[in-house]
């Protein structure tokens, strides 16, 4: 960043700037200077703490999901396999995307070289193009299951494929910003900071030819990664709602029961991939919409600075939050991915209460007893052995939260596949 600040001819070292000319008094009234810091303190450690809060989001919860999928075979299912594409998707726009964008509005001009330029472009571009491709890709996979459950199923490794092409469409649809997006320094334009000094001002944009043609692919990428994919997902789960209510047929005894079993669980599938989707468009709207309006409305420089400095940090942060939140909804709507969860964080502490607790003996207890096996009155547990023996090995899992023991002392995997 320094060596941005004192590039140039006319910046000596110190950062101060004056115009050379015999008509400096006439120039002086032609440069623009602005504040090096685009907000006061409080506004800025408001914009920290909330990008570090989806930052943390978003790593943590992605990393779990990617971890969750990868280490538990039965997890491993074609839809599965698109949701770790999407957590992989959403972990890169947290780690390339979310700290330069939060320097990038903390600070006036672009404080980072020309390469972060383009590969921050590329990656958040990329990233977006691949999640909404990845949700297009579930969409279909979803629909041929339920609407056309007779014809041939998609693979893991066509799964595979399909994701592979996601991301050479995302890298070809977003190679036109990469190659125009450039750092340029602002004539006439330059930050002063707190003690007076001046620096160039440079910002980093898509220096197109002539203005239509950014024009021309802005509305490119509003229509193929946000109107038209949002749309095929809206019709094809549209479609899935109908095959789901209208197959709903009367059965007696057990298929009722297993028929409506497995009518909630695809639903709730369903429900969740839906809330994925949508909150996708949501999040994404209004940064498309300030990417239009800067476009084609025509704004006044005041205008322009208006958004840039208050409105697009909103913007970027919502939809940055759209890349967080998704671990979340897996959590709350799939069982699978809830128990994941607690088996990533319920292993270390089991190991260490087997290890180092107070309990040590408990490890080596017999297997857990749930409610259903507790020793009944008359049994051959009475007395002193059914306590010793049934009710307190109970409490004791119960207050340790140790659901999981074995003869061995070792924490079973209680994932299930539902």
Same mark, same amino acid.
């Given at each position: 960043?320094?060596?941005?600040?004192?590039?140039?001819?006319?910046?000596?070292?110190?950062?101060?700037?004056?115009?050379?000319?015999?008509?400096?008094?006439?120039?002086?009234?032609?440069?623009?200077?602005?504040?090096?810091?685009?907000?006061?303190?409080?506004?800025?450690?408001?914009?920290?703490?909330?990008?570090?809060?989806?930052?943390?989001?978003?790593?943590?919860?992605?990393?779990? &999901?990617?971890?969750? &999928?990868?280490?538990?075979?039965?997890?491993?299912?074609?839809?599965?396999?698109?949701?770790?594409?999407?957590?992989?998707?959403?972990?890169?726009?947290?780690?390339?995307?979310?700290?330069?964008?939060?320097?990038?509005?903390?600070?006036?001009?672009?404080?980072?070289?020309?390469?972060?330029?383009?590969?921050?472009?590329?990656?958040?571009?990329?990233?977006?193009?691949?999640? &909404?491709?990845?949700?297009?890709?579930?969409?279909?996979?979803?629909?041929?299951?339920?609407?056309?459950?007779?014809?041939?199923?998609?693979?893991?490794?066509?799964?595979?494929?399909?994701?592979?092409?996601?991301?050479?469409?995302?890298?070809?649809?977003?190679?036109?910003?990469?190659?125009?997006?450039?750092?340029?320094?602002?004539?006439?334009?330059?930050?002063?900071?707190?003690?007076?000094?001046?620096?160039?001002?440079?910002?980093?944009?898509?220096?197109?030819?002539?203005?239509?043609?950014?024009?021309?692919?802005?509305?490119?990428?509003?229509?193929?990664?946000?109107?038209?994919?949002?749309?095929?997902?809206?019709?094809?789960?549209?479609?899935?709602?109908?095959?789901?209510?209208?197959?709903?047929?009367?059965?007696?005894?057990?298929?009722?029961?297993?028929?409506?079993?497995? #009518?909630?669980?695809?639903?709730?599938?369903?429900?969740?991939?839906?809330?994925?989707?949508?909150?996708?468009?949501?999040?994404?709207?209004?940064?498309?919409?300030?990417?239009?309006?800067?476009?084609?409305?025509?704004?006044?420089?005041?205008?322009?600075?208006?958004?840039?400095?208050?409105?697009?940090?909103?913007?970027?942060?919502?939809?940055?939050?759209?890349?967080?939140?998704?671990?979340?909804?897996?959590?709350?709507?799939?069982?699978?991915?809830?128990?994941?969860?607690?088996?990533?964080?319920?292993?270390?502490?089991?190991?260490?209460?087997?290890?180092?607790?107070?309990?040590?003996?408990?490890?080596? #207890?017999?297997?857990?007893?749930?409610?259903?096996?507790?020793?009944?009155?008359?049994?051959?547990?009475?007395?002193?052995?059914?306590?010793?023996?049934?009710?307190?090995?109970?409490?004791?899992?119960?207050?340790?939260?140790?659901?999981?023991?074995?003869?061995?002392?070792?924490?079973?995997?209680?994932?299930?596949?539902?």
């Amino acid at each position: 960043m320094e060596a941005l600040r004192n590039e140039g001819n006319n910046c000596p070292s110190n950062g101060t700037w004056w115009p050379n000319s015999s008509a400096s008094h006439l120039l002086r009234e032609n440069y623009t200077f602005l504040a090096y810091y685009q907000h006061s303190s409080p506004v800025a450690l408001m914009f920290i703490l909330a990008y570090t809060f989806i930052f943390l989001m978003c790593v943590i919860g992605n990393v779990l &999901v990617c971890f969750v &999928v990868v280490k538990n075979r039965q997890m491993r299912t074609v839809t599965n396999v698109f949701l770790l594409n999407l957590a992989i998707s959403d972990l890169l726009v947290g780690i390339f995307c979310m700290p330069t964008t939060l320097v990038d509005n903390l600070i006036t001009g672009w404080p980072f070289d020309n390469t972060m330029c383009k590969m921050s472009g590329l990656v958040q571009g990329m990233s977006v193009s691949a999640s &909404v491709f990845t949700l297009v890709a579930i969409a279909v996979e979803r629909f041929r299951c339920i609407v056309h459950p007779f014809r041939q199923k998609l693979t893991l490794r066509k799964a595979l494929l399909t994701i592979a092409v996601i991301w050479v469409l995302a890298l070809l649809i977003m190679c036109p910003a990469a190659v125009t997006l450039t750092v340029t320094r602002e004539e006439h334009h330059f930050m002063v900071d707190t003690y007076n000094n001046s620096y160039p001002l440079y910002s980093c944009w898509e220096a197109w030819p002539e203005t239509g043609m950014r024009r021309i692919y802005t509305t490119v990428l509003f229509s193929h990664i946000y109107v038209a994919p949002l749309a095929l997902i809206v019709v094809m789960y549209a479609r899935i709602a109908f095959k789901l209510f209208k197959s709903v047929a009367p059965a007696h005894g057990g298929e009722e029961q297993e028929g409506r079993r497995i #009518s909630r669980r695809k639903a709730k599938v369903i429900n969740m991939l839906i809330i994925v989707a949508l909150f996708f468009t949501i999040s994404w709207l209004p940064l498309w919409t300030l990417m239009l309006l800067t476009d084609y409305g025509r704004l006044s420089e005041g205008q322009l600075r208006l958004l840039a400095v208050y409105v697009y940090p909103f913007a970027h942060w919502l939809a940055f939050f759209n890349s967080s939140a998704n671990p979340i909804i897996y959590g709350y709507f799939n069982e699978n991915f809830r128990r994941g969860f607690q088996e990533v964080f319920r292993a270390p502490l089991c190991s260490l209460r087997c290890q180092c607790g107070p309990y040590m003996w408990f490890c080596t #207890s017999p297997p857990r007893f749930h409610p259903h096996t507790m020793p009944l009155a008359g049994s051959a547990f009475t007395g002193v052995s059914a306590w010793r023996k049934g009710i307190l090995p109970y409490i004791m899992a119960g207050i340790l939260g140790r659901d999981g023991l074995t003869h061995s002392g070792q924490c079973t995997d209680t994932h299930t596949n539902k």
